[in-house]
Protein backbone atom coordinates (compact mmCIF):
# COMPACT_ATOMS: atom_id res chain seq x y z
CA UNK A 1 0.00 0.00 0.00
CA UNK A 2 0.93 3.47 -0.57
CA UNK A 3 0.22 6.37 2.12
CA UNK A 4 -0.13 9.81 0.96
CA UNK A 5 0.65 12.65 3.41
CA UNK A 6 -0.98 16.49 2.46
CA UNK A 7 -0.24 19.67 4.13
CA UNK A 8 0.09 22.83 4.03
CA UNK A 9 -3.69 24.21 3.39
CA UNK A 10 -5.32 26.80 5.44
CA UNK A 11 -7.13 30.62 4.84
CA UNK A 12 -5.77 32.72 2.73
CA UNK A 13 -7.01 36.27 0.98
CA UNK A 14 -7.35 36.57 -2.20
CA UNK A 15 -4.09 37.49 -3.95
CA UNK A 16 -2.38 35.62 -1.57
CA UNK A 17 -0.01 32.34 -1.85
CA UNK A 18 -0.20 28.87 -0.77
CA UNK A 19 2.20 26.00 -1.22
CA UNK A 20 0.96 22.24 -0.81
CA UNK A 21 3.46 19.31 0.06
CA UNK A 22 2.38 15.48 -0.29
CA UNK A 23 4.51 12.88 0.59
CA UNK A 24 4.31 9.51 -0.17
CA UNK A 25 5.30 6.81 2.27
CA UNK A 26 5.01 2.98 2.26
CA UNK A 27 6.59 -0.36 0.45
CA UNK A 28 6.79 2.09 -2.95
CA UNK A 29 8.29 0.31 -6.32
CA UNK A 30 8.13 3.16 -8.87
CA UNK A 31 5.49 6.51 -9.00
CA UNK A 32 4.49 7.19 -12.57
CA UNK A 33 1.89 10.24 -12.09
CA UNK A 34 1.83 12.75 -8.98
CA UNK A 35 -1.33 15.06 -9.58
CA UNK A 36 -3.66 17.90 -7.23
CA UNK A 37 -7.23 17.50 -7.45
CA UNK A 38 -9.82 19.59 -5.98
CA UNK A 39 -13.10 19.73 -5.08
CA UNK A 40 -15.78 22.46 -4.07
CA UNK A 41 -18.66 22.17 -2.02
CA UNK A 42 -21.45 20.90 -4.89
CA UNK A 43 -18.86 20.22 -7.53
CA UNK A 44 -17.44 17.70 -8.69
CA UNK A 45 -13.71 16.47 -8.36
CA UNK A 46 -11.67 18.19 -10.88
CA UNK A 47 -7.96 17.95 -11.68
CA UNK A 48 -6.12 20.97 -10.89
CA UNK A 49 -2.25 19.83 -12.31
CA UNK A 50 -0.29 16.08 -12.75
CA UNK A 51 3.51 15.56 -13.24
CA UNK A 52 4.98 12.65 -14.71
CA UNK A 53 7.76 11.02 -13.77
CA UNK A 54 10.32 12.69 -16.25
CA UNK A 55 8.44 16.52 -15.07
CA UNK A 56 6.18 16.75 -18.10
CA UNK A 57 3.34 18.83 -16.35
CA UNK A 58 -0.56 19.47 -17.36
CA UNK A 59 -2.80 22.23 -15.61
CA UNK A 60 -6.37 22.94 -15.86
CA UNK A 61 -7.28 26.11 -17.98
CA UNK A 62 -8.02 27.56 -14.35
CA UNK A 63 -5.21 27.65 -12.71
CA UNK A 64 -2.55 28.25 -15.78
CA UNK A 65 0.24 30.93 -15.04
CA UNK A 66 -1.11 30.94 -11.49
CA UNK A 67 -0.22 27.30 -10.31
CA UNK A 68 2.94 25.55 -10.11
CA UNK A 69 3.55 21.57 -9.60
CA UNK A 70 6.65 20.30 -8.80
CA UNK A 71 8.13 17.13 -7.77
CA UNK A 72 10.87 15.78 -5.57
CA UNK A 73 11.65 11.67 -6.79
CA UNK A 74 14.03 11.20 -4.27
CA UNK A 75 11.98 12.24 -1.49
CA UNK A 76 8.74 10.75 -3.56
CA UNK A 77 6.98 14.40 -2.85
CA UNK A 78 4.97 16.52 -4.76
CA UNK A 79 4.29 20.25 -4.21
CA UNK A 80 2.05 22.81 -5.77
CA UNK A 81 2.85 26.42 -5.32
CA UNK A 82 -0.63 28.39 -5.24
CA UNK A 83 -0.34 32.26 -7.04
CA UNK A 84 -2.70 35.02 -6.65
CA UNK A 85 -5.02 33.13 -5.35
CA UNK A 86 -9.00 33.39 -5.66
CA UNK A 87 -11.96 32.92 -4.17
CA UNK A 88 -13.29 30.04 -6.70
CA UNK A 89 -10.04 28.45 -6.05
CA UNK A 90 -11.73 27.83 -2.43
CA UNK A 91 -12.10 24.08 -1.91
CA UNK A 92 -10.79 20.57 -0.84
CA UNK A 93 -7.10 19.85 -2.59
CA UNK A 94 -6.18 15.95 -2.66
CA UNK A 95 -3.00 14.60 -3.54
CA UNK A 96 -3.20 11.32 -6.18
CA UNK A 97 -0.50 9.17 -7.25
CA UNK A 98 -0.30 6.31 -9.80
CA UNK A 99 2.55 3.91 -8.16
CA UNK A 100 3.52 0.40 -7.93
CA UNK A 101 4.27 -1.32 -4.77
CA UNK A 102 7.43 -4.10 -4.35
CA UNK A 103 5.09 -6.67 -4.12
CA UNK A 104 4.24 -5.74 -7.60
CA UNK A 105 5.87 -3.63 -9.20
CA UNK A 106 4.07 -4.37 -12.46
CA UNK A 107 0.86 -3.21 -11.52
CA UNK A 108 0.14 0.08 -10.92
CA UNK A 109 -2.83 1.82 -8.84
CA UNK A 110 -4.15 5.08 -8.00
CA UNK A 111 -3.77 6.33 -4.44
CA UNK A 112 -5.28 9.29 -2.95
CA UNK A 113 -4.61 11.67 0.06
CA UNK A 114 -7.49 12.74 2.58
CA UNK A 115 -7.92 16.35 1.24
CA UNK A 116 -6.60 19.45 2.55
CA UNK A 117 -8.78 22.18 3.27
CA UNK A 118 -8.04 25.49 0.86
CA UNK A 119 -9.94 28.73 1.87
CA UNK A 120 -9.05 32.25 -0.19
CA UNK A 121 -11.13 34.96 1.34
CA UNK A 122 -10.68 38.06 2.80
Known amino acids: QVQLAESGGGLVQPGGSLRLSCAASGRIASIRIMAWHRQAPGKQRELVAR???????NYADTVKDRFTISRDNAKNTVYLQMSSLKPEDTAVYYC????????????????WGQGTQVTVSS
Open 51 to 57: ITSGGGT
Open 96 to 111: QTTASTIQNVWRFYDY
